[in-house]
């Protein structure tokens, strides 16, 4: 990953880390039934989801590029008294240390090569017989953002950089208040389309 994208994520967590986080609609739904062990969550940000799965009893690791942003996860989770481990390490590059029943990324992949590159680490993070999770803006919201043509994917295209997984569901979710109007983000409107793909781990 490039320095000059650790430095934007760096300056987004300083100026007001609340507004990087993305609101969660989809997890709650795609954890259920799933027997709660341990979970890495990739771009953990702040912590957001990872302290919403330490809350009901998983054991979780986040890893996420930006440094402040683990620093305020760190002591969060010391303040909450969660069983979260938090590490600042790049996504494209970083070795899991063990096996994962659970691996996550929600909103988190960087785009281009280095999204290719984050999916195959989610891949190796994942233990057999576990469950991959992958959130992100769906592809048709490029136009309207107007980001970099290979910035977002469909879900075809992210389930097509996970070999060796076998694909659940892979679909576009439709939320009309996916932002609140007094968001300040600079994306036009509050609706948005959200690429969702759930896969497995064959034994």
Known sequence: MSESNKDFWEESYKDNPDQVEV???????????????????????????????????????????????????????????????????????WEPPFPFRLVLSMFALPGGEATKQTLATAVRALDPGGTLIVAEWDKSMGEVWEFMKDDLMSPVEIGEML???????????????MFTQDDHRAFAGIWANVSLVRAWNPL
């Open 163 to 177: 070999p060796g997984l076998e694909i659940e569901k892979a679909e576009v979710l439709h939320f009309d208040n």
């Open 23 to 93: 609101t969660d609609y989809i997890l709650d739904e795609e954890i259920k039934g799933l027997r709660v062990t341990n979970a890495l969550d990739i771009g953990c940000g702040i912590g957001t989801n990872a302290f919403k799965l330490a809350e009901r009893g998983w054991s979780v690791f986040g890893i996420d590029i930006s440094e402040r942003a683990i620093e305020i996860a760190r002591r969060e989770a010391i303040k909450r008294k969660l069983n979260v481990r938090f590490y600042a390490e790049d996504s494209t590059a």
